[in-house]
């Protein structure tokens, strides 16, 4: 019998403009994820999106100005069952997203671009269209 791993940590950014989701796609991948990534050791969740905003879409937020909107649970993509408990947030960036680092190419979803993310992504896209927020 196997262990069951612990589920992954990750924060991710939701960045909503004109009724459409950033999304990104990683070298190597097909589908498309929210901005973000795990935590590293003794990093707070606004600590490592900042981080992982910096380094891989060039754009600066300070961890005080993320705010925490919701949590998604879900299988992690890629990762054979593994689950996902992916911590999102809002705040406002300096500077404009582009593709850094491990980003092939970045991408703004609407409703109908859903069944193109990751699971965890189709559950954000539902609840931001519910809430009027996509198109």
């Known amino acids: 019998m196997s262990a069951v ?8 950014w939701l960045c909503v403009r004109d009724g459409r989701l950033l999304a990104v796609r990683t070298h190597g991948r097909e589908v498309f994820y929210l901005p973000g990534g795990k935590l590293e050791p003794g ?3 606004p600590q490592a999106l900042s981080r992982e905003l910096s380094e ?3 754009v600066e937020v300070a961890p005080a100005a993320l705010t925490e909107a919701f949590v998604v649970e879900d299988v992690a993509h890629g990762q054979d069952g593994r689950r996902l408990h992916m911590t999102c947030y809002t705040g406002e960036a300096a500077g404009e997203p582009a593709p850094g680092r491990e980003i092939a190419e970045l991408d703004w979803f609407g409703v109908a671009d859903a069944h193109r993310g990751a699971p965890a992504m189709g559950q954000v896209i539902e609840r931001l269209a519910a809430e009027g927020l996509l198109g």
């Open 5 to 12: 791993l612990p589920a992954l940590e990750s924060v991710s």
């Open 43 to 45: 990093e707070s969740g």
């Open 56 to 58: 891989e879409l060039g």
